[in-house]
């Protein structure tokens, strides 16, 4: 039944026995992510539609299709197994891949997107499925660092797809058969997934799926830091998101050829998962704000970098810092995020998160569409700029006098001030000030 309890085994999680399932794990993400037709989707679909225009209202499709999926299903991952649901999201993501490469025409990338929407709804259990593995086992205060190593697989797995794309399309010389034969390699992800056992942790969600929604809301307004969590994963991956549909256009634009696209983007994959292993060693060092604030700072510098350098072909090397930012960020958000979180509404929480980004996805999608349609590739960066730093720097603010203040910082004496001249009374009360309570 959805409804049912989960409570947490009485017999303990071997060291062994969490090995085991953490690179099962680590299997699934590097078969999903050893996509062949990442460089090369956007140019298949761009070659048959009209305009750029036009070329992001496909893409919005998806997002419409998650808008409309992503709360339901968010709703539902809090109610059945795990692994149903990734193994459910997968089986979609084929089909859409499938469809991507079947298809023509607008509509008939339309449908792909939105059969495709179905199946990123359902994925909102992939990283929960880990915490709770981590958490039965009594290690869930070690998830970031397991993520970054999630990220660095799923870099390397993707840079070792478009290499071998690159490759492929060299031979084959068509694209549409990147598409193809990528869908029937991702069901190698469906079939590492069905051998995961599921993790035995208590998770009690509400009676109802409105009730179970309503607390969710409430999470999101009261709960210390998640809604600024969300916002970052917002802003920050918005601009990333439509940096990485554009991007083998705009490399193209700079003059890159369609093998040195796949090449270049190998490379990039492989920089940012040597920066993701060490996304545990971030947050200790750097703390959650810490963190954040890199990320928005060297995001917002390549953006604006890019808009400076023109047409520069060297302006193809500031698509480094923004693939490490890609990469880091999102798992270090959902790692935030879950350590605030219950079982019983963490894909609820998460899904709502994803939902609002999917929601700013819609908005700024189109208008960078038709920013390139009318003015050109080469400004996409001020647009990018502008999105991700103005309204990331207030949440960082907001992040400083609401969820982690500045320290409090000891006033210097008066008597170690040249040239001050203070009353004796006032001396007395710093003085009085440092006494023991």
């Known amino acids: 039944m959805w409804g049912r309890r989960l409570s947490r085994s009485t017999k303990p999680v071997s060291s062994s026995d ?8 680590y299997a699934y993400q590097s078969a999903s992510s050893f996509a062949i037709w990442i460089p090369f989707w956007a140019l298949w679909i761009r070659g048959h539609l009209a305009s750029d225009f036009e070329f992001t209202f496909v893409d919005v499709a998806f997002w419409i299709g998650l808008l409309v999926f992503q709360l339901p299903v968010g709703v539902i991952a809090d109610r059945i197994p795990r692994r149903r649901t990734i193994i459910v999201s997968e089986l979609f993501r084929s089909a859409g891949i499938l469809g991507y490469g079947i298809s023509a025409t607008f509509w008939g990338y339309v449908g792909a997107n939105v059969v495709w929407s179905l199946g990123a709804a359902f994925s909102i259990g992939t990283s929960a499925y880990l915490y709770e593995a981590l958490l039965e086992a009594g290690h869930e205060t070690e998830f970031p660092r397991y993520i970054g190593r999630v990220t660095m697989i799923q870099l390397l797995s993707n840079a070792a797809g478009a290499f071998v794309g690159g490759v492929f399309v060299g031979v084959v010389g068509d694209l549409r058969l990147t598409l193809l034969v990528g869908a029937l390699l991702n069901l190698v992800a469906v079939a590492v997934a069905v051998t995961f056992r599921e993790p035995k942790v208590e998770r009690t969600p509400e009676s109802t799926y409105v009730e179970q929604l309503v607390q969710g809301l409430r999470v999101v307004r009261r709960r210390e830091g998640v809604a600024l969590l969300i916002g970052v994963e917002v802003f920050l991956g918005v601009t990333l998101y439509v940096m990485a549909v554009f991007r083998p256009l705009y490399l193209q634009a700079l003059g890159l050829s369609e093998s040195a696209i796949a090449i270049s983007i190998s490379g990039f994959l492989v ?19 810490g963190t954040l ?24 090397l500031l698509q480094v810092p923004i ?17 605030r979180l219950e079982p019983g509404q963490r894909a609820t929480v998460l899904s709502m998160g994803a939902f609002a980004y999917t929601l700013g996805l819609v908005v700024v999608e189109p208008l960078a569409g038709a920013l390139t349609t009318t003015t050109g590739l080469l400004n996409l960066g001020l647009l990018l700029g502008i999105v991700t730093f103005v309204p990331c720097a207030y949440i ?19 008597r170690l001030i040249a040239g001050s001249r203070v009353s004796r009374f006032h001396r007395l009360l710093e003085r009085m000030s440092r006494l023991r309570p």
Do not use: H
Not at 293 to 316: E, P
Not at 323 to 339: D, E, G, H, K, M
Not at 404 to 409: D, E, I, K, R
């Open 18 to 25: 969490l090995r085991t399932r953490v690179r099962r794990f």
């Open 271 to 289: 920089v940012a998962a040597v920066w993701s292993a060490f996304a545990g060693t971030f947050t200790r060092i750097l703390g959650e704000f």
């Open 293 to 316: 604030a890199l990320l928005v700072l060297m995001a917002s510098a390549a953006f604006f970098g890019m808009y400076g350098a023109g047409q520069f072909a060297g302006a193809a």
């Open 323 to 339: 693939y490490i930012v890609w990469s880091l960020q999102p798992a270090l958000t959902t790692a935030f995020l879950n350590r």
């Open 396 to 414: 960082l603010v907001r992040w400083r006098t609401t969820v982690a203040a500045w320290p409090a910082v000891t006033p210097l004496p008066s």
